[in-house]
């Protein structure tokens, strides 16, 4: 069958009719058997026929029945973040002219899609995972929960946290053997503030990279587990201090710049809800220097040290307000819709807008919080909205973020 395959796809090629490519050799209703897998065939015909073809079909056939094996290492060089692999391989899939008559070509499609998520093109990644959409309307069970998982990824990064989690929970793990899929699962978990959902799969994708030596992934899974961690007194927080600190180490050994970014970043958070506001901006600040300018990922950690400097009167006024709208300014150029707003509530409180930083809020930013799934900035805002209207004596409004954090808490 696969023989076939390979001969009409190298008569088409040729531009050759099937009556053309048998002259001499075989009828051309036997090559169309031959081309379907419908006839058995002697070797001298395959032969003949591939001579005239000008290819050698042992090769051919050894080139295609590769296919799985190589798609099957650029998934794992993928899994692993192993960045040079991914490339090599991936040039040596774009140049396989085989692919597209193979059954793999909804795997290739897939891990096309998963390769644009993981160098943040999620217009491309988009567009592959529409098209097979459109294309397919079953995909064999593996393809089917990959193509999940690639939206969940796509979902968390388009900042729509309540479908990643809930897509990412619909994957069948007994048809989808890729454990790493948990970390995924995890951060989207984590994302809507379900910390003992984020600790149990992050635990489990640690056990599954731990297992496969995947030292990277498992610097991943440690910072959510730490993140979802409730620490109590200044023991714990010592704990906590130390276990960053070894994980900063593992960045280092690993070169992994942009692990590292999101460490220091979360030891900073740490730092901030203990009022420590110097340290925590100093980290901040760290993290911000290993991150690209214009990335959402950036914007996370300014957004930060501009809180943490204006609650810790680091900085003046003047230079918050720069730094506020320096980041506006890539916020919008990137088309970051959450940083944008996020920007803004900090801008109008820098300058003392009160009124306008709590009509902004109510009108414009918990709506975006609420779309997106971002729980626990709703629950928080929500309470600064009930205290605000309550301290302003608008009771009605009050009520009605009393009612809010009552049903929702």
């Not at 015909?45 to 056939?61: D, P, Q, Y």
């Not at 973040?81 to 909804?106: P, Y």
């Not at 593992?250 to 692990?259: I, N, Y």
Request: hydrophobic share 35%; with cysteine.
């Amino acid at each position: 069958m696969h023989e076939g395959r390979i001969i009409k796809y190298f008569r088409k090629k040729a531009k050759l009719t099937q009556q053309q490519l048998g002259d001499g050799i075989c009828s051309d209703t036997h090559v169309s058997k031959i081309e379907r897998g419908m006839t058995e065939y002697s070797p001298e015909v395959t032969f003949l026929l591939s001579k005239r073809l000008g290819i050698n079909i042992e090769e051919e056939l050894s080139r295609f029945h590769n296919l799985k094996k190589i798609l099957a290492r650029w998934h794992d060089a993928i899994i692993m973040q192993r960045f040079e692999a991914i490339e090599i391989i991936k040039e040596e899939l774009d140049n396989e002219e085989l692919i597209q008559i193979s059954e793999h070509q909804i795997l290739y499609d897939l891990l096309r899609a998963r390769y644009h998520l993981l160098h943040n093109n999620l217009i491309e990644a988009d567009i592959i995972t529409k098209n097979i959409q459109k294309a397919h309307r079953k995909l064999p069970p593996y393809e089917s929960n990959l193509l999940k998982h690639i939206l969940g990824m796509y979902y968390l990064a388009n900042k729509d946290m309540i479908k990643a989690v809930n897509i990412l929970r619909s994957i069948n793990s007994d048809d989808y053997n890729n454990p790493e899929y948990y970390l995924t699962l995890s951060t989207a978990y984590l994302a809507v503030n379900s910390k003992i959902m984020a600790y149990y799969y992050a635990e489990l994708s640690l056990q599954f990279f731990i297992k496969t030596n995947n030292y990277l992934r498992s610097i991943d899974a440690e910072m959510i587990m730490l993140i979802t961690r409730e620490g109590e007194g200044q023991c714990d927080f010592q704990k906590i201090v130390e276990q960053y600190e070894a994980l900063i180490q593992t960045c280092d050994l690993c070169h992994a710049h942009d692990k590292k970014a999101k460490v220091l970043h979360n030891l900073a958070e740490e730092h901030y809800c203990r009022k420590d506001y110097k340290a925590s901006s100093r980290l901040f600040h760290k993290s911000m220097l290993l991150k690209e300018k214009k990335s959402a990922e950036y914007l996370i950690s300014l957004e930060a040290f501009i809180r943490c400097c204006f609650e810790g009167s680091i900085l003046s006024k003047d230079k918050l307000e720069k730094l506020g709208n320096e980041g506006l300014v890539i916020a919008r150029e990137i088309n970051q819709g959450l940083h944008t707003i996020n920007l803004q509530l900090l801008l109008l409180r820098i300058n003392n807008q009160i009124a306008e930083y709590y009509h902004y809020l109510s009108t414009k930013a918990l709506t975006y919080y609420k779309k997106c799934g971002y729980v626990s900035i709703v629950q928080r805002y929500e309470k600064e909205l009930f205290n605000y209207h309550l301290k302003t004596r608008q009771i009605d409004d009050a009520l009605k973020f009393a009612d809010l954090l009552i049903n929702n808490g």
